[in-house]
Nanobody, 118 residues
């Protein structure tokens, strides 16, 4: 399973960006889709996750500003990021968990850089 992420870039504080990720390959079902991020010198952290049943999780720092949406049938996940802050600067990674003919899989995208200037 391959993931292709896009949408990162440079934006001023207070601005918006939307990240997109598309999955391809052998997929029978998707359990969850998520966005993680990793800032310089910090560990990768989960930003938002959407489960196939519709449950959504956000880390506290992005609640009210970020919105995750996913379409299992289209194998896409998006992250709408509003009111961006310099502390949101990081490489963002998409992640998809699911099942295929080989069993359970968990795949990562290549990462897309988001830079928020103050």
């Amino acid at each position: 399973v391959q993931l292709q992420a896009s949408g990162g870039g440079l934006v001023q504080a207070g601005g918006s960006l939307i990240l997109s990720c598309a999955a391809s390959g052998s997929i029978n079902s998707i359990t969850a889709m998520a966005w993680y991020r990793q800032a310089p010198g910090r560990q990768r952290e989960l930003v938002a996750r959407i489960f196939s049943g519709g449950t959504i999780y956000y880390i506290e720092s992005v609640k009210g500003r970020f919105t995750i949406s996913g379409d299992s049938a289209k194998r896409t996940v998006h992250l709408q990021m509003n009111s961006l802050k310099p502390e949101d600067t990081a490489v963002y990674y998409c992640n998809v968990d699911g099942h295929n003919d080989r069993g359970i899989f968990g795949s990562w995208g290549q990462g897309t850089l988001v830079t928020v200037s103050s």
